[in-house]
């Protein structure tokens, strides 16, 4: 996404109040896009219940959103880190006429592979046929757009994404209105997924307008499967620690099922996610200035090694990097600290505001605290990535995933009061262990980058 930025960056050099809204605007789109215009759709067609929208169908809608984009996270996890190694690798050589190839045959990965997950786990729900078609459908699809989010980020045109959203979610919530009474609750779904399906379609014609497709199938995009394993592995196990503890509430004792076995946690869920909202202006800023400043230090640094410059430049390189990047990490916690702590004061008005129960206002500033690690997590597995240490980061994933699957078990065992802490001690744990590696990474990086070298 460094690209992007670096577009978006363009706009802020405007020095005008509007093209710097509208850079972090399109910022917080690129980066939270899906998310984001989910849970408008959510907001919106739920205002639906008032016009003859039963409650049980709009639980069954909500679950299976939900449910839908959850699962899809984690399962194109897998294929997302790798095929940003393969296309980072091409791109540095010049081969970017690869990447119609190599996205035809991740599509063909995640379609096949996922129509199985779809159809195997969507079935096990007492719902109807025609509603269970659509469901996975839209299972595949919404797979599909994360995966082109991916491939869009070579081609740099954040507009083309913004505008796929808008219009796509725009389609979601007018075809459901106009669907259900015809159809009923599978009419409400299909709406909603041939909104998605515009989206999906719009960004794929973007990709077919900018590269050229000379073959279906690139075996060398299979092979990265095999070199960087972890990558893999990271891509899918992260994304289901950020998960694991709302899947385990499904199926805690006060959870609730909505249609057998499609269950949802009414206590639990809302709180989470509302606080995540929170996070998309810092997401947004790292996107437009962090990650693009650090970005140009870490290319001047690495530049000078490879032109071979004396130690005394490539150290001072290094030093603007160390101290661009504690610049970064300290404007990530003033604004993000600022706007979970303002939320924090404002807990009892948010809750009257968004519908949730009183009781709830401790689960919230809990997970308020949570999702303020959980983003400077993201951040400080990302400059990992940048040094190239896998196997470090594959650590720090499986920490946060066990840590947060028993932490939340514990916190389901003592009961309501705890709920939240087990999430918010996780990240917190795996926060701790980011960090150090970072740190350890920064002050050995010179022994990083040579001894990483092949001996020749």
């Known amino acids: 996404m460094a690209g992007i930025g670096f577009e978006l960056r363009r706009m802020l050099g405007k020095d005008s109040y509007l093209s710097e809204m509208s850079a972090y605007l ?27 929208f039963s409650r049980l169908d709009q639980e069954i809608f909500r679950t299976t959103i939900v449910y839908v984009y959850a699962f899809t996270l984690v399962y194109v996890g897998y294929i997302q880190l790798v095929v940003t190694r393969y296309l980072a690798d091409k791109f540095y050589l010049g081969e970017e006429r690869i990447t119609l190839t190599a996205f035809f045959s991740s599509s063909i990965l995640v379609l096949i592979v996922g129509s199985i997950i779809g159809i195997g786990g969507l079935w096990t729900f007492e719902l109807t046929i025609t509603y269970k078609i659509i469901a996975v459908v839209l299972f595949l699809i919404v797979a599909m757009i994360w995966l082109a989010m991916i491939f869009l980020s070579a081609v740099k045109d954040f ?55 000379r073959r279906v199938w690139d075996w060398g995009m299979l092979s990265y499967f095999l070199k960087y394993w972890e990558l893999a592995l990271i891509g ?57 400043k650090f970005y140009e230090h870490y290319h001047d640094y690495f530049a000078k090694i490879i032109s071979k410059k004396n130690l005394s430049s490539i150290l001072e390189e290094k030093k603007g ?30 809750i009257e505001i968004v519908g949730l129960s009183p009781i709830q206002k401790p689960l919230l500033q809990i997970a308020l605290i949570g999702s303020l690690m959980q983003v400077m997590l993201s951040v400080a597995v990302i400059i990992l990535f940048y040094f190239d240490l896998r196997k470090e980061v594959l650590l720090i994933t499986l920490i946060f995933l066990f840590s947060n699957a028993g932490l939340t078990l514990l916190s389901m065992k003592l009961g ?39 001996i020749i």
């Open 26 to 52: 399109y910022a917080a789109m690129v980066s939270s896009g899906p998310w984001l215009m989910s849970v408008l759709c959510l907001s919106i067609l739920g205002l639906y219940s008032y016009s003859g």
């Open 159 to 213: 507009r083309s994404i913004v505008q796929a959203f808008a219009i796509g979610t725009s389609i979601s919530v007018g075809a459901a209105f106009l669907l259900y009474p015809v159809m009923g609750l599978n009419g409400y779904l299909l709406g909603y997924t041939f909104g998605q399906a515009v989206i999906y379609f719009w960004l794929l014609a973007r990709l077919l307008a900018e590269f050229p497709a």
């Open 236 to 292: 899918m196990l992260f994304n289901l620690a950020i998960w694991i503890d709302k899947i385990l509430f499904w199926f805690a004792p006060d959870s609730r099922m909505v249609v057998p076995y499609l269950r949802t946690h009414d206590m639990y869920e809302g709180p989470i996610f509302f606080a995540y909202l929170t996070i998309v202006p810092t997401l947004a800023i790292f996107l437009v200035k962090i990650e693009t």
């Open 321 to 350: 990097m160390v101290l661009m990047l504690k610049e970064s990490l300290r404007e990530i916690l003033i604004v993000q600290g600022s706007l979970t702590l303002l939320c924090l004061f404002m807990a009892s008005d948010f």
């Open 416 to 454: 309501f009061t705890f709920y939240g802490y087990g999430y918010c001690y996780s990240c917190f744990i795996s926060l701790l262990c980011a960090y150090y590696f970072v740190s350890k990474s920064v002050t050995d990086l010179e022994y990083i980058t040579f001894a990483g070298q092949p």
